[in-house]
């Protein structure tokens, strides 16, 4: 099977993030980048996918020549090959899920596998906007991955796993009070959450191969998706601070004070 | 007119979400600045059960639609049919609270009717045409003023942020419709509840949660909720590690919590946690690091071993209250 899985480059998530003065946006210098924690989920969920039915996981970047560190990376984990959408301006989730579904009509893949947001931008939009473009199911917040395959592990709840006919995909979601269970024909859209898997590193080797990997270049005007962003970002702030607390010496006081002072017990 | 049009959520039970009264009330501010009417509407097998409580809760106009295909969630069913009410009734703005449906729902329906979205929202500015959106990004770290330039704008909001609808509001008309169901290529399988005896724990008042300091160990803090009437909540570690189930987790990528009080033992704070709980109006933080981040936050801090203040706290608070 063929898998797409996307690789935004975010802020390091340990990033201590600032505000410019003036708002416009948030203060670069010094950060770190990295692939979005969520899409490296992906990546991995791609290669174990490969790993058990066989077919090629090829990874999708949008943005200027320095996502190709978050390719190369993908790369590097097992991807078999990259598409870059070369694209330096502002970006909405229209324009993102506008461009995978091109990108996607293109690589025909069983499977999108996304992360279920951005640590930047927190939209958790992209994966739905896609499958409604492309008219496919979706299945978001999917949980940790198990397979049909062996006898042993069909007793376990299957997570994210490929019917027997290679025609269907099994997800169980992580949803407000449960789990729970959906069965979507494929393709289909699969968004993960944090407990999918566990990624791996990239190995030396892995690192050294994936020098050699294709990265094709594409652009928004070749794809022919108008990418004007309809999501503007007016200003930016920071969250107003918290009143400076104070450190209690004892479970005395602190009962005290949640009592007289706060009033909440 | 313009239309603010709030899609209500109905639980396995039957009853109404709840944080569909914040939605209402959050659709209500909306309506007010943008000079538009508030409807909502209800997709269900049985609409009836809950068709007289959203009557009273300030909408103008409760629509309703009822198909055994609505019996369980479907993003593939329900976004074609609140695209399609939402086109014939020309509305302006679509929203919904930011629980797990509406998550996964909204962009779909935003895809269908060609509009831009934004998640999350907090707070609206501004009036008439030019209402704009409060959201977080970053891990709640910045909070952006956003414009949405679509005709039709999506949103989803924080239900933490605005007040729970009141009953008593007047009597909506309520209007049936018919969409036309899609069933789309997902089948429903089944649904797992996680069912706890506590308060739910983004609508309860008091939250205790734990991290990795408890090493696992939950009684300490279940017994403390117990005495709290509160529900429990945990880090991410937690549930990563498997000691608690992950609809407990508190953060950026789980639940965002605003509780009176919000009781923090043996987490360090990270930047992810925060995010999901700096909004309580009482912190307190139990934590043997007296460098740990939580403190920063936090109204009241104590350094010390959690398993020897979990208890003493419960005993004091069991005393004090007599």
Same mark, same amino acid.
């Given at each position: 099977?063929?898998?797409?899985?996307?690789?935004?480059?975010?802020?390091?998530?340990?990033?201590?993030?600032?505000?410019?003065?003036?708002?416009?946006?948030?203060?670069?210098?010094?950060?770190?980048?990295?692939?979005?924690?969520?899409?490296?989920?992906?990546?991995?969920?791609?290669?174990? #996918?490969?790993?058990?039915?066989?077919?090629?996981?090829?990874?999708?970047?949008?943005?200027?020549?320095?996502?190709?560190?978050?390719?190369?990376?993908?790369?590097?984990?097992?991807?078999?090959?990259?598409?870059?959408?070369?694209?330096?301006?502002?970006?909405?989730?229209?324009?993102?899920?506008?461009? #995978?579904?091109?990108?996607?009509?293109?690589?025909?893949? *069983? #499977?999108?596998?996304?992360?279920?947001?951005?640590?930047?931008?927190?939209?958790?939009?992209?994966?739905?906007?896609?499958?409604?473009?492309?008219?496919?199911?979706?299945?978001?917040?999917?949980?940790?991955?198990?397979?049909?395959?062996?006898?042993?592990?069909?007793?376990?709840?299957?997570?994210?796993?490929?019917?027997?006919?290679?025609?269907?995909?099994?997800?169980?979601?992580?949803?407000?009070?449960?789990?729970?269970? =959906?069965?979507?024909?494929?393709?289909?859209?699969?968004?993960? *959450?944090?407990?999918?898997?566990?990624?791996?590193?990239?190995?030396?080797?892995?690192?050294?191969?994936?020098?050699?990997?294709?990265?094709?270049?594409?652009?928004?005007?070749?794809?022919?998706?108008?990418?004007?962003?309809?999501?503007?970002?007016?200003?930016?702030?920071?969250?107003?601070?918290?009143?400076?607390?104070?450190?209690?010496?004892?479970?005395?006081?602190?009962?005290?004070? =949640?009592?007289?002072?706060?009033?909440?017990? | 007119?313009?239309?603010?049009?709030?899609?209500?959520?109905?639980?396995?039970?039957?009853?109404?979400?709840?944080?569909?009264?914040?939605?209402? &009330?959050?659709?209500?501010?909306?309506?007010?600045?943008?000079?538009?009417?508030?409807?909502?509407?209800?997709?269900?097998?049985?609409?009836?059960?809950?068709?007289?409580?959203?009557?009273?809760?300030?909408?103008?106009?409760?629509?309703?639609?009822?198909?055994?295909?609505?019996?369980?969630?479907?993003?593939? &069913?329900?976004?074609?049919?609140?695209?399609?009410?939402?086109?014939?009734?020309?509305?302006?703005?679509?929203?919904?609270?930011?629980?797990?449906?509406?998550?996964?729902?909204?962009?779909?329906?935003?895809?269908?009717?060609?509009?831009?979205?934004?998640?999350?929202?907090?707070?609206?500015?501004?009036?008439?045409?030019?209402? &704009?959106?409060?959201?977080?990004?970053?891990?709640?770290?910045?909070?952006?003023?956003?414009?949405?330039? !679509?005709?039709?704008?999506?949103?989803?909001?924080?239900? !933490?942020?605005?007040?729970?609808?009141?009953?008593?509001?007047?009597?909506?008309?309520?209007?049936?419709?018919?969409?036309?169901?899609? !069933?789309?290529?997902?089948?429903?399988?089944?649904?797992?509840?996680?069912?706890?005896?506590?308060?739910?724990? &983004?609508?309860?008042?008091?939250? +205790?949660?734990?991290?990795?300091?408890?090493?696992?160990?939950?009684?300490?803090?279940?017994?403390?909720?117990?005495?709290?009437?509160?529900?429990?909540?945990?880090?991410?570690?937690?549930?990563?590690?498997?000691?608690?189930?992950?609809?407990?987790?508190?953060?950026?990528?789980?639940?965002?919590?605003?509780?009176?009080?919000?009781?923090?033992?043996?987490?360090?704070?990270?930047?992810?946690?925060?995010?999901?709980?700096?909004?309580?109006? !009482?912190?307190?933080?139990?934590?043997?690091?007296?460098?740990?981040?939580?403190?920063? +936050?936090?109204?009241?801090?104590?350094?010390?071993?959690?398993?020897?203040?979990?208890?003493?706290?419960?005993?004091?608070?069991?005393?004090?209250?007599?």
């Amino acid at each position: 099977m063929k898998i797409l899985v996307t690789a935004k480059r975010v802020e390091d998530p340990e990033s201590k993030i600032k505000v410019k003065p003036d708002g416009s946006g948030i203060v670069q210098e010094g950060l770190k980048y990295k692939i979005n924690p969520f899409d490296e989920i992906g990546v991995e969920e791609g290669l174990r #996918l490969v790993a058990k039915h066989g077919g090629e996981v090829v990874v999708v970047s949008i943005g200027g020549k320095e996502v190709q560190e978050q390719l190369r990376h993908a790369l590097a984990m097992g991807a078999n090959r990259a598409v870059w959408v070369n694209h330096t301006g502002a970006l909405d989730q229209i324009g993102v899920a506008g461009l #995978l579904q091109k990108v996607a009509e293109k690589e025909k893949p *069983d #499977l999108v596998i996304l992360g279920k947001q951005a640590i930047d931008d927190d939209q958790n939009q992209v994966g739905q906007y896609l499958a409604e473009f492309l008219g496919w199911g979706q299945a978001t917040f999917a949980s940790k991955v198990e397979s049909l395959e062996s006898e042993q592990e069909k007793n376990k709840v299957p997570a994210l796993a490929v019917g027997a006919d290679g025609k269907s995909v099994r997800v169980v979601r992580e949803v407000d009070n449960g789990l729970a269970t =959906l069965e979507c024909a494929l393709p289909a859209v699969v968004t993960t *959450d944090l407990r999918l898997n566990l990624p791996r590193y990239a190995s030396l080797p892995g690192i050294m191969k994936a020098k050699s990997k294709p990265i094709e270049e594409l652009t928004p005007a070749k794809l022919g998706v108008d990418v004007t962003p309809k999501v503007q970002v007016l200003k930016m702030a920071s969250p107003p601070p918290r009143k400076a607390g104070i450190k209690v010496p004892d479970v005395a006081t602190l009962v005290d004070k =949640l009592r007289n002072e706060a009033k909440v017990v | 007119m313009p239309i603010v049009l709030i899609v209500a959520e109905q639980q396995p039970d039957g009853n109404l979400r709840k944080a569909t009264l914040n939605a209402l &009330t959050a659709g209500k501010q909306l309506a007010d600045k943008a000079g538009a009417e508030l409807h909502t509407v209800l997709l269900s097998k049985d609409p009836s059960k809950v068709t007289e409580e959203l009557k009273g809760l300030g909408a103008k106009v409760v629509h309703t639609a009822a198909a055994p295909e609505f019996e369980h969630y479907l993003a593939e &069913t329900y976004a074609p049919a609140i695209a399609e009410l939402a086109k014939s009734i020309g509305a302006n703005y679509v929203g919904m609270a930011s629980t797990a449906q509406g998550k996964d729902l909204l962009p779909r329906v935003a895809a269908r009717l060609q509009a831009a979205m934004a998640t999350d929202v907090m707070a609206f500015n501004g009036s008439g045409a030019d209402v &704009t959106f409060s959201r977080p990004m970053w891990a709640g770290n910045v909070f952006a003023e956003v414009k949405l330039t !679509t005709p039709v704008k999506v949103f989803t909001l924080r239900a !933490t942020e605005f007040a729970a609808a009141q009953a008593g509001q007047g009597a909506a008309e309520v209007k049936a419709f018919s969409p036309k169901v899609e !069933t789309g290529k997902t089948k429903f399988v089944d649904f797992k509840e996680v069912k706890s005896a506590r308060p739910e724990l &983004t609508e309860a008042r008091v939250v +205790v949660s734990g991290g990795r300091g408890t090493k696992g160990d939950f009684k300490e803090i279940e017994a403390l909720a117990d005495e709290l009437g509160a529900a429990v909540g945990a880090s991410r570690a937690v549930c990563d590690a498997g000691w608690v189930p992950n609809d407990l987790q508190v953060g950026q990528t789980g639940k965002v919590v605003a509780p009176q009080l919000y009781i923090a033992a043996g987490i360090s704070g990270a930047i992810q946690h925060l995010a999901g709980m700096k909004s309580s109006k !009482t912190i307190v933080a139990i934590n043997k690091d007296p460098e740990a981040p939580i403190f920063q +936050v936090a109204d009241y801090g104590l350094v010390d071993d959690l398993f020897k203040v979990l208890p003493a706290l419960r005993e004091a608070i069991h005393k004090a209250k007599g």
